[in-house]
């Protein structure tokens, strides 16, 4: 591969992607819409007689970058994941957390066999499995702007948005693994078991490595080998992850994220780590799904597949986690707030999706969906937050 036929379509990607972000960001929708959007359209470009920009080669470097972009993004993810917050909320956020995993995931899967997508079980469950994921960077913003943040409510969600996201890769891992090792009940027993094995490797390695990074954070506090060697362990993970234990390498990452987090360097740690993510790895992946997103083979038994399929993923949040908050004895407001803030979906989501697509156990076809449900989502659920404290300062 020539490196140089990565040059243009990169450049154009960064910029369209930040100009795209800035003007989404006025109307309140986070900067991953943006860049799926310069995708979509820079995609478009592939359809001009003998264009020069979006060549095989082209598409073979983003690729490349794509992948090292999805285990930076999910190692962030990690990183930010705050383990001690779900020891203050407790019982109810695991309960609202298993609700909001189990409702979309089923009724995602109850739509997918509903329209046949593939006659296979396991590839109609991953469809379900996309919808698990929640990202509550708007809701968090949203809650901010109330000053509602550190409220019940707004503890609940988050941690329950934590929860849901070590779930939801969990079930990708086992997902994708099931889908490569496709035997019987055998290669499901090791497929559980591998999964099993990683997580105590990680747990017995991870917590030396976490004495090693106390070491070096009070030997060297603020020192750039600290944010270095987190990379390290990064891509290690993500490696070993796949190459030893069949777990799909974004867990890897997301688990060393969660190994490296909760210490007094993991916010310096995750600032330098996110300006070389966001500002070429991360604008790269996102605006790839965009440019290798097909509108070719829509029809309209796929409209109407996608159209319920966001259904699903929306109302299955609101249902699952606001009548599970009801259970759990919250009011009726603030269940309803529970639901809402759980129902937006952003990286995550998109991530499991492409992870399927990359692994062969769904089509593209599905992925202008995930970006309408991330664009209503992201509307909705400030609007309709901000109309339910409205309604309660009024009383």
């Excluded at 979309?104 to 996309?130: E, Q, W």
């Excluded at 708007?138 to 929860?163: D, H, M, P, Q, R």
């Excluded at 069949?246 to 310096?268: N, Q, R």
Aim: charged share 15%; proline share 3%.
């Amino acid at each position: 591969m020539n490196y140089d036929a990565v040059l243009l379509p990169l450049a154009i990607i960064l910029l369209l992607s930040k100009f795209l972000s800035k003007l989404g960001a006025k109307f309140g929708l986070p900067n991953v819409v943006g860049m799926l959007l310069a995708g979509v359209l820079i995609g478009f470009v592939q359809y001009i007689p003998n264009q020069q920009i979006i060549t095989a080669p082209a598409m073979e470097g983003l690729g490349f970058l794509a992948k090292i972009g999805v285990i930076l993004i999910m190692f962030s993810a990690g990183l930010c994941t705050d383990l001690e917050s779900i020891k203050e909320v407790g019982k109810p956020a695991v309960f609202i957390t298993l609700a909001g995993v189990i409702v979309p995931m089923g009724l995602g899967l109850l739509v997918a066999l509903s329209f046949s997508m593939s006659g296979n079980f396991l590839t109609d469950l991953f469809y379900g499995v996309i919808l698990t994921a929640t990202s509550v960077s708007v809701t968090v913003a949203t809650l901010k702007e109330l000053g509602k943040l550190n409220s019940k409510v707004g503890n609940t969600i988050i941690t329950a948005a934590i929860l849901d996201d070590i779930i939801g890769v969990v079930v990708l891992s086992v997902a994708v693994s099931l889908n490569s090792n496709k035997s019987g009940n055998a290669d499901f027993v090791k497929v559980i078991f591998l999964t099993l094995a990683f997580f105590v490797c990680a747990v017995i390695f991870g917590f030396i490595i976490k004495k090693i990074f106390i070491w070096l954070s009070n030997t060297f506090p603020h020192h750039r080998l600290i944010p270095i060697y987190s990379l390290a362990v990064c891509f290690f993970f993500s490696y070993a992850s796949e190459r030893f234990f069949g777990v799909a390498d974004i867990t890897g990452a997301f688990v060393a994220g969660l190994v490296l987090s909760g210490s007094k360097e993991t916010h310096y740690v995750d600032r330098r780590s996110d300006i070389m993510t966001y500002m070429i790895f991360s604008p790269v992946f996102f605006a790839n799904i965009g440019i290798t997103t097909k509108f070719s083979g829509i029809n309209s038994n796929i409209i109407l597949f996608g159209t319920l399929f966001i259904l699903a993923g929306i109302l299955g949040k609101i249902i699952g986690c606001a009548g599970t908050s009801l259970i759990c004895k919250f009011g009726a407001r603030d269940s309803l707030k529970v639901g809402v803030g759980m129902m937006a979906r952003a990286e995550v989501a998109l991530v499991c999706a492409q992870k399927g697509v990359d692994a062969g156990i769904i089509k593209s076809d599905i992925m202008p969906f995930i970006l309408i449900m991330i664009i209503l989502s992201s509307f909705a659920t400030p609007i309709i937050l901000k109309a339910l404290y409205k309604k309660e300062t009024v009383k």
